[in-house]
């Protein structure tokens, strides 16, 4: 799988575990906000981080789920959580770095579902929707429980960034470039467009030609 | 599977395309009602329209899915949901078409949800159930990630057509009827029995003897 | 599996229902209250009473899903929704015993999650979890589709209820206890938190310790 340029896999972990924390304080915040208790914020954590991989995972018939053989997810959120609930009053001051972590976040994991799909040998349509599962289906599932319409499917640059690096994937697959750099480039540019997203504040418009 | 009269299985593919077609109508017009955007949309349109198999498969572990290996599915629902999105103000011309073609995919969904269960050697309980989470997981899911409550719990008759086409069914097939009449059989009573529900406003009650 | 104490099987098979018949009843409640249809109301009961285990199953790969191979669950879920529909006036006069069922439910439940995460092979604390999930999962699934905040991450003793029970099991199993009579102790620790938590008020607190 890799050529001239080595993508350290250990990196993408580290990405993911920064996306996994980013996922266990938004997820926390919002079930502080809703009245949970600690155990009610671990859980919702718990959904808004590991939720999408496990449905990718479930979809994709990957058993055990990738969280059971790697206890370091559930223990990063759990500690991640009960770090946040006891240091509540902190958290406006983390709110710019939520958003740099989220980014990363959004990142990381559409790069490993996109890729995990294309290890199934799925049709690329199919890994491009398991990026963005992989990446959305936890926030979705933080917001449904929560009782919220979900933030990801609102006027927010999410799926789209995500799909974006799925798409700039597969073209330059196409012109030869090895798996590692271009799995370091969709990284970047879905990292890129979200940051940009959020630094000028672009939306996708609904689409209407005609009034 | 077929003895003298032939369903073509073609036929049952369309009836399925157009009931993909009128969830992929249902679930963005409520999209955009929220608000969501382009991505949001299309993503609300997959849930409505293959939500419900999505969950069947999974829970008969029958895998791939049945939309990963046809990608028809994910394009119609695409293309569907774009061009309503653009043609967006003449919705309210397709009202009537979207409600037979809603009712057309009730019918479809719940024949090859219950179809599918059988082939997999599941009780017959478990196989109307299975023909009613085809047809209405969708809905329901839909109606949820968009903050509503679920339309068609409500009084309204689509569990109970479901149910009703493949009771049908099942005693059809103890007095000899062939599987391809059958299904022929069970499409036009889940079909009618929606379509007169609407025609003479049909509401399952609450039941209660005594006050 | 069995040792010099004997827990009998058939015992916790009848907890169980018993607490089936407990969700089935809340399901059905909230179905009401919210203006759902027969079938409806028999829908939620579903969710709630065989909702958490159907995910259970399907994170564990366990197949066919223990409701399709005992269709008791089936048949008990509905007549009890159907018997509360039409005697549904009498329902004030049932809700201390719903109390009662639903302790036993949590209780039932938590054991055969976690029991049945430990069979599968996976470590202790995704069997902690899995124990969670069938208690609480059905619940929640419950409220989502009623569009309500889910009761049980909120300042209720449910998750702690089932973690502690959980927990209690692993530290006797380490002293040698065997697992029938680790079961039963595992299930009237359950039990005792959850009738103490109402009888006494307690909740968990959300932590914060500086403001």
């Given at each position: 799988m890799l050529g001239a340029f080595l993508f350290p896999d250990i990196l993408l972990y580290v990405l993911d575990m920064i996306g996994v924390v980013a996922c266990a304080i938004a997820g926390t915040l919002l079930a502080q906000h809703k009245g949970f208790d600690i155990a009610g914020c671990i859980l919702v954590s718990m959904v808004n981080a590991i939720g999408g991989g496990t449905i990718r995972d479930m979809a994709l018939d990957r058993?055990?789920?990738?969280?059971m053989t790697d206890l370091n997810y559930v223990i990063v959120i759990t500690v991640t959580s009960l770090i946040l609930q006891i240091f509540f009053h902190l958290y406006h001051k983390i709110d710019n770095a939520l958003k740099l972590f989220d980014a990363i976040g959004l990142a990381a994991f559409s790069v490993i579902g996109f890729k995990v799909a294309l290890h199934q040998d799925v049709s690329p349509i199919v890994a491009i929707m398991m990026g963005v599962w992989t990446a959305i289906i936890g926030g979705m599932l933080r917001d449904i429980i929560c009782n919220?319409?979900?933030?990801?499917?609102?006027?927010?640059?999410y799926i789209s960034a995500s799909i974006a690096g799925s798409v700039v994937y597969l073209l330059l697959e196409r012109l030869g470039v090895n798996a590692g750099l271009n799995e370091f480039i969709m990284l970047g540019v879905i990292f890129a467009v979200r940051m940009l997203a959020l630094r000028f504040d672009w939306h996708l418009p609904s689409i209407r030609l005609v009034d």
């Amino acid at each position: 799988m890799l050529g001239a340029f080595l993508f350290p896999d250990i990196l993408l972990y580290v990405l993911d575990m920064i996306g996994v924390v980013a996922c266990a304080i938004a997820g926390t915040l919002l079930a502080q906000h809703k009245g949970f208790d600690i155990a009610g914020c671990i859980l919702v954590s718990m959904v808004n981080a590991i939720g999408g991989g496990t449905i990718r995972d479930m979809a994709l018939d990957r058993h055990p789920l990738f969280w059971m053989t790697d206890l370091n997810y559930v223990i990063v959120i759990t500690v991640t959580s009960l770090i946040l609930q006891i240091f509540f009053h902190l958290y406006h001051k983390i709110d710019n770095a939520l958003k740099l972590f989220d980014a990363i976040g959004l990142a990381a994991f559409s790069v490993i579902g996109f890729k995990v799909a294309l290890h199934q040998d799925v049709s690329p349509i199919v890994a491009i929707m398991m990026g963005v599962w992989t990446a959305i289906i936890g926030g979705m599932l933080r917001d449904i429980i929560c009782n919220e319409i979900p933030l990801v499917l609102q006027r927010e640059i999410y799926i789209s960034a995500s799909i974006a690096g799925s798409v700039v994937y597969l073209l330059l697959e196409r012109l030869g470039v090895n798996a590692g750099l271009n799995e370091f480039i969709m990284l970047g540019v879905i990292f890129a467009v979200r940051m940009l997203a959020l630094r000028f504040d672009w939306h996708l418009p609904s689409i209407r030609l005609v009034d």
